[in-house]
């Protein structure tokens, strides 16, 4: 295996000088993005030539430009049924987001995409397929369906990317993407991007990739995580008030509910307390998950509740807060969940209502993060609190930092070594691409 250096580049590289096609270059320009994010200027070069990829990077880093330029700059055309290049990913949020980034990539030229999840009906997905498609985007079992009903053949992919690998190997997808992989050419090019490579991730590297080149980004160690993560002791039944005011303070906030069910009432919650609030999870139609993102992004909902669905499912810029109603399942769905503030160096919030029954759960994953356990003390009544801060005021048993991925200490951004909430916020660089402002928007 090929590495490159894991260290930010010294300077900024221009997209100029990763050598991409003119037009190419102009339509990114036309988006304010001169400069490659250090996953982009480390992974591009070699992707273009041919080579396999195998990059660690965190969550808004970048890695959608980093392997769509290569897709779109080496695919080739598409007989009926058979795409030429296929991008798996783990949710259907993912694959729309994914989707309408290569089409921005695509600008004029002849390049077909088209994506393929669940959801949503067969008929359109087949249409694309019998016309012939270019670029494929699918999630694992819905391409598995296609692939069983004859409709999709895959000895014809010349170029595979695994994005968010890791998720997918969290979700149970391994197996699916080992049968699939093993239906491509077998001299195919294969980009894989996750925010971990260890344990089954390093399997599929081993398995499915020749001589990679390896580049992991690591953030820096003044960058590596401004996100405050706050634990908050409250009484349940006053969750929704203190998820009002922390909704309200910030302006923006995605919401984590631990059901379906919890999020549609949660939703219905802080509608009800004066909230703009929108609800994603895996019970609502593609078209209602696509108008709530939507929603969202354009600033008309300050609140967006969702399941674990949506942790890495959803790219959203200028996030402010991240509200755990219910607290994560474990360490990684906590990472996961927190990646949607604070993301590419930004500064973020991210706070988790605990309550006395979650005290123990929690002190554990704390440790499992390597963050200052929370104390004890009895919770809060959820008083309103108006212009302080969560962590301020709101009765005993809160823990408040800012944390990276090692050591910890209160308030104290620190680097290296083991992961914690820092890897799912944005690392490298920490710089935007892109010069647009005003309403939230979705990161590439």
Partial sequence: MTSVPSAAPAALVPMADLGLNPSLLAGLAQRGITDAFDIQA?????????????????????????????????????????????????TRELAAQISEELKLLIGKRSISVATFYGGVGFGTQITALRRGVDIAVACPGRLGDLINRREVILDEVEIVVLDEADRMADMGFLPEVRKLLDQVRPDRQTLLFSATLDGAINVLVKNYQ???????????????????????????????????????????????CRTKRGADRVTAQLTKAGVSAVAIHGGRSQGQRDRALETFTRGRAQALVATDVAARGIHVDDVQCVVH????GDHKDYVHRSGRTGRAGAEGTVVSLVTSEDTDKVRAMQRELGLPVMAGGAPSGGQRQGGN?????????????????GGGQTRQRSGGGRSGPGQGQGGGSGRRQGGQSGQRRRRP
């Fill in 210 to 256: 020749r001589d990679p080149v390896r580049a992991e980004v690591a953030a820096q160690a003044d960058e590596i995580d401004r996100t405050t993560h706050t634990f908050l002791s409250v009484r349940r039944e006053a969750r929704v008030e203190v998820a009002a005011d922390l909704v309200n303070k910030h302006g923006s906030a995605v919401v984590f």
């Fill in 42 to 90: 480390l992974t591009i070069p070699a992707a273009l030539a041919g080579r396999d990829v195998c990059g660690k990077a965190p969550t808004g880093s970048g890695k959608t430009i980093a392997f769509g330029i290569p897709v779109v700059e080496r695919v080739g055309n598409a007989r009926p049924k058979r795409p030429r290049a296929l991008i798996l990913t783990p």
């Fill in 389 to 405: 801060q969560a962590r301020q005021g709101q009765g005993g048993g809160q823990s408040s930092q800012r944390s990276g991925q």
């Fill in 325 to 328: 109603f219910d607290v994560a």
